[in-house]
């Protein structure tokens, strides 16, 4: 095959990748877009083979079949409250892959373009660095969101100067193939040990509400390292497509950054929002329900609430998930719609434990996909709305992140379900969310407490248009 | 291929691919996140071209192991999404 042809099915494919991406922004088409990445990925397996003149090594076909046939087994017993953490492990697995292709690279320099060896031993060496961290700093985050790890922030002593160091070595490794190609064998053993200890290193002290931001961060890195090795073996697909992967974390990671107030770097550095929080408030919550008039009373009034309803927002969060109430929760919505009420579900952007987490669940128990509204979409419907319940969420609709100044949350974008003529609040418990600030909803009049497992309070509330 | 070029086609890939994927709505963003994922296993066009190429036999292992992690990678990845794409649907539609 000619150089030419070889680059314009190059081309031609990584137009296929990016139509494929751009048809999942809208739901109808997203399956067929799907589809369209999975051909052209094939497509580009097929087109590497032939080029490089590989296509009848039987043994490269063999080792492609057993990784196909185990990644469609797997793909189709996840279930999707596991998301996250499969996620997390495939980033990782992208990731030791570029890893080792650049370590085969390294190990026999001889095999490669001697025109451009300088440039092919660093990409590569730096392919290894970034495949490693992406490799161990995602074994640690599925690990934590499978919760084999703790799922609290891990400090060591002297944390910031390891994790430091562990970085100028990876760093290191990388000049020293640069200095001189007999540095090899040493810069890959340093790549491998120190770049997977950076990879420990930052993502041990991430806390479990802060993993989204980590997921979609570890997501841009596999993208990246595939890019780059791609560069260190001169195939400007990979370069493309690993290019694009690495864009699409990034924004991720920035969309998840501004929802949740928080900065990289902070999470990077292992900066809790909680180290902040106002001691005391949480005790002064627990008076409010046992203030309130008798349970019966409150039941009843409850219930002519519920009955009489013509518009209500149900807004899920992980606890809700946690729970696994989402089938219940769809129960809810369908005897709220039978009772005559309109109904929409208020997705915060950081609900779930991924970008996009809670709609995936509430799809997976039937809900409609037009139900499941955005913030920034539903917000200003809340004023007119009857009825508000709240399911497993605290912090994202906290109304002190409009107005309590110097608190974690301050500045957060939050549902405004605190306009809502009623409000229901189907929680745990009353104790503050991760951002360890007081709710002040708690304490509104109009907002009735339901505490305890979410499935038993759904269900009551199912009961309750019976 | 030149240095240049890939590096150029790296900053081009990057800036369009952040332009398209920035009209996904968040109500796909896992699936797009796990697509996303199934791509990146397109370092298996490395890993092969790598493996074919080694001599000796203990980077062809590694270069096997590569493949087949990356295809797990591919393969999961691209199944897990049409998987929850698929249970995106009207009720209205369905149901009745």
Known sequence: MSDIL???????????????????????????????????MAGAILLTLVYYDIISVTSLWIFMAIGLILGVIWGFKIKMIEMPQVVALLNGFGGIASALAATVIMIEPEQQNQDQLMFILVTASLALVVGV??????????????????????????????????????????????????????????GWVMGGFFGVAFTIRVGGADMPITISLLNSLSGVAGSIAGMASN????????????????????????????????????????????????????????????????????????????????????????????????????????????LDFAIHPVAGRMPGHMNVLLAEANISYEKLREMDDINPEFPNCDLAIVIGANDVINPAANTAEGTPIYGMPVLDVDKAKHIVICNFDLKPGYAGVDNPLYKMRNVTMKLGDAKDTVKELIDMLR | MSPLLLILIFIVSTV?????????????????????????????????????????????????????????????????????????????????
């Open chain 1, 6 to 40: 070889f680059y314009l099915l190059c081309g031609l494919l990584s137009v296929l990748v990016l139509v494929g991406i751009s048809m999942m922004s809208k739901v109808e088409k997203a399956v067929k877009g799907n589809f369209l990445s999975t051909i052209a």
């Open chain 1, 133 to 190: 961290v992406t490799f161990t700093g995602s074994m640690i985050a599925a690990g934590k969101l499978q919760k084999v790890i703790s799922q609290k922030p891990v400090i060591w002593k002297n944390h910031q100067w390891i994790t430091g160091i562990s970085l100028v070595l990876s760093i290191l490794s990388i000049v020293m193939v640069a200095i001189d190609t007999k540095f090899l064998p040493i810069s890959i053993i340093i």
């Open chain 1, 235 to 342: 195939n400007p697909l990979t370069v493309a497509i690993g290019g694009i992967v690495g864009a699409s974390g990034l924004l991720l990671t920035q969309i998840m950054c501004r929802s949740m107030n928080r900065h990289l770097l902070d999470i990077l550095l292992g900066k809790t929002t909680s180290t902040g929080h106002s001691k005391g408030v949480a005790v002064e919550a627990s008076t409010v329900v046992t203030a309130s008039d008798s349970e019966e009373d409150i039941v009843s009034d409850l219930a002519s609430i519920i009955k009489s309803a013509k518009r209500v927002i149900i807004v899920p969060g992980y606890g809700m998930a946690l729970a696994q109430a989402q089938h219940l929760v769809s129960q809810l919505s369908d005897s709220l719609e039978q009772n005559g009420a309109l």
């Open chain 2, 16 to 96: 369009v691919g952040y332009m398209i994927i920035k009209n996904v709505p968040s109500l796909l963003h896992t699936p797009l996140m796990s697509g996303m994922n199934a791509l990146s296993g397109i370092t298996v066009l490395g890993a092969l071209t790598a493996t074919a190429f080694a001599l000796g036999t203990g980077s062809k292992i590694l270069g096997y192991i590569a493949i087949v992690l990356a295809m797990i990678n591919v393969a999961g990845g691209f199944t897990v999404t049409s998987k929850m794409l698929k249970m995106f649907k009207h009720k209205e539609v369905d149901n009745k």
